[in-house]
């Protein structure tokens, strides 16, 4: 009650005219409101006194001039924070004479809430906020300062206030807010630049589609523009030729030749050789339970094709292997029977050659010269498909492969224009490469349906989002022409449909073309939607597809479950890169699968491996493995490649074990053995060295040659024992070599010299948000360069690194 009449005092002088005492008891008034800070009983009641008389206050404030005014201005703008923001913010206007640090960052953040929730944005406001949200920043309170300049449109003032020593924070926080504003993604590739963090800035300029030489003329160090091009050459970007970047640094080395991944072999071997894992595995040992393999009988030709697939997965770049390259006899595939009755294994066959050799063009020249330069014929066209996929990721100026293959589609074999068209497609996906458009635009028109849909499809992978107009037209033709509709690879066309709006929204018109042209619109925009909305994990797009195509509808035809499968694809699609959207999209999934038929669970099985290809998580499998033991075979079929897809590369032993077990299950079906057989070399691939997954450098960056092979793989499979996968063209599971990706981590000096360092290699901790220094990794390991790192696991460097991101080459600060 004391304290009440003090209060009352204080308001009595502020009436005095002597200015001298209006000074003395706002101090003593600003002394009571600070206390409410500290949280105590008394504080609260002398607080809720003072708001209960504020209306006594604003008569004063009226009387007041000068200083003093200005002083009970800022008093009525702690007194009105919480129960009227517009007097809040008027009357700190009108203040605006107490620092900040007065009342704390509670009224600040506060204050910034009722500016915005009062939508006042005037230029005396606007110098209000900019230094609130500047206390923000020199409080360590980035995320809140982020948060109100992006409401206010105040992004530049985080560009201001990123330093060295808030920059991690800021970074973290803004890349969990790129998916819901464009703008972000520029702010954080400006900000990396302001702090020289030029491997960042190169992730972010690649993704705004700017130059990538703006970043390398602003790295000023040799071991910068070094980091540079090793990232360059994983994103399969290289260096214009020249004379800065051809200039040679080191041995044979130079920015350019780094950038084309013109030095892959020599790297890949410095990692094999240093893990001891050259030796070449025998079919036996990664087809356990195979019952057609056993002592030293040959391969038998019903499975010759799937074997040497699944060899060629699992010896990928190794450039030896045990059936082709085999010195003790216990295993030999007689090649002298393969002839041009046996298309399918022809082709298969020796082109799998380019797959062990994947990181040598020169060394497929010289195991398969004779053929690649012998008549038309299977053979010749089984060595040009291996000499493509050797030369798959890796730039050659001089365009040799497009050469011998745009002659070789001059056969008139369906099987080897396809194999010739998957060469191309491999070298050449999401290119743009314009000398590939005029052969594409004679094979789209071919009358074999079969190679028309699959020239469609390639269109649209190599000119993955541009949205061609001219190719658009093309692909509408091929979509209502009606031969072309009962082929086998006719999702392939839907799907080069909507690869051509990957990531590019801009298909509004296209879209109301296509609905009065087609019966199987919907078909395409389903996928369309999907993939221009690619990760952005948008749930009114997802609620919408659910609705058009997922409501109570009589008529369950075969178009209407088709529509239902890709409608979970493009759900798939939507949703993947980000953990909160992956989690709900599989609930999504869980949810289908109790209601739906098989082909829906079938699907499920798929896009299950499309959201977590290469990170075997328990629950997944579990799933999957339910899918194996149906009764119907398309679910099985597709819980086998599921299984084979998300353990690939990982060498997971419960995967392994329960491959192993579905052989004895399944002895009858070839589809289901051929199927085991490719799934168990997926999960073998490279002897662990590889990885399917698109995403790198912290899901910051998506492959998108590699996405495409994956997503192409996935769309054969929608219906897998009528696809050509399992059927007439085995030689497409080379899709999946095209989704591959080294998953190494190599430390190397500025001379560009092997370098050993430890490393630590943990789980991932999510620190968004987090204050001071925690560690980003948990359950840690420490190793010595080079590692393996599977897709889950992150990895630290005890030496000073010129990236944050420790994945593939790392260049050492010296």
Known sequence: MDKNKDIELIMERLLDPSEEIQSSALDMLLEIVKGVSTLSSTSAANFDYIENNKYNLEQIVDSLHGRNKRILSDILSLVYVYSNSNLS????????????????????????????????????????????????????????????????????????????HNYERIFLYLNDLKKYDTQIERLILEISLKMKDYPTALVFSIRNNLSIEEVFTKAERIEEKLQLAFMLRRLNL??????????????????????????????????????????????????????????????????????CLANAFVHLGFGEDSIFLNTNDEFSADLSALGDSAKSETLSVYSSFGAINYFSQKNTIDELNELIFSDFSCKKTSALLGLAISNSKI?????????????????????????????????????????????????????????????????????????????????????????????????????????????????????????????????????????????????????????????????????????KALALLAVALISSGDD????????????????????????????????SPSNPQLELVDLLVKYTNSNDTKTVLNGIFGLGIVGAGTNNTRISEILERLYSYNIKGSKTTNSIIIAQGLLHLGKGTMSLSPYIYHKNYLLTKNFVGLLAATVLLLEPEDSPMTNKYPFLNYFFIQASSLKQVICVNKDIEFVKSILKIGNPINLVGVVGKPKKIASIQTHESPIIVQDNEMVECNDKCITRFIEDVVVLEE
Do not use: W
Not at 473 to 496: A, E
């Open 580 to 611: 909160l959207f992956t989690k709900m999209a599989l609930r999504i999934m869980n949810s289908a699968s109790l209601l739906e038929g098989d082909l829906i669970k079938s699907t499920i099985a798929l896009c299950i491996a499309l959201l």
């Open 89 to 164: 913010v008027h009357y700190r206007l009108a203040g605006n004479i107490l620092p900040l640090e007065t009342f704390g960052h509670l009224y600040v953040k506060k204050l910034l809430g009722n500016v915005v929730s009062s939508k006042t944005y005037g230029e005396n406001v606007k110098g209000i906020c900019q230094d609130s949200i500047s206390f923000l920043f020199s409080h360590n309170l980035e995320c809140d300062a982020i948060d109100f300049s992006c409401e206010l449109n105040l992004l530049n003032l985080i560009l201001l206030h990123s330093d060295s």
């Open 238 to 307: 290289p260096l214009p030729q020249k004379q800065e970047y051809t200039e040679i640094i080191n041995k044979d080395f130079s920015l350019f030749s780094i950038s084309a991944n013109f030095h892959a072999k020599e790297f890949f071997d410095y990692l094999v050789q240093d893990l001891q894992i050259a030796k070449p595995k025998k079919p036996l040992e990664f087809l356990k339970g195979n019952p057609f393999l056993r002592g030293d009988r040959d391969i038998s030709s019903k499975y010759l094709s799937n074997v």
């Open 395 to 563: 730039f050659d100026d001089n365009h040799t492969c497009l050469a011998f293959l745009r002659e070789n589609l001059a056969v008139q074999c369906q099987y080897q224009q396809i194999a010739t068209l998957l060469g191309l497609q491999m070298i050449y996906s999401h290119t743009s490469y314009n000398k590939v458009k005029p052969i594409l635009f004679e094979t789209v028109y071919s009358q074999l349906a079969d190679v028309a849909c699959f020239s469609a499809f390639c269109l649209g992978s190599i000119f993955c989002g541009s949205g061609d107009a001219e190719i658009s037209t093309i692909l509408l033709q091929v979509l209502t022409d009606s031969k072309n509709q009962s082929s086998p690879f006719f999702n392939l066309v839907v799907l080069g449909v909507g690869l051509l709006f990957f990531k590019n929204k801009k298909y509004s018109e296209f879209i109301d073309t296509l609905k009065n042209v087609t019966e199987f619109s919907s078909h395409c925009i389903i996928l369309i939607k999907g993939l221009a909305h690619f990760g952005s994990g948008d749930v009114d797009l997802m609620n919408e597809i659910f609705a058009d195509y997922y409501e109570d509808n009589e008529s369950v035809d075969k178009k209407n479950n088709a529509l």
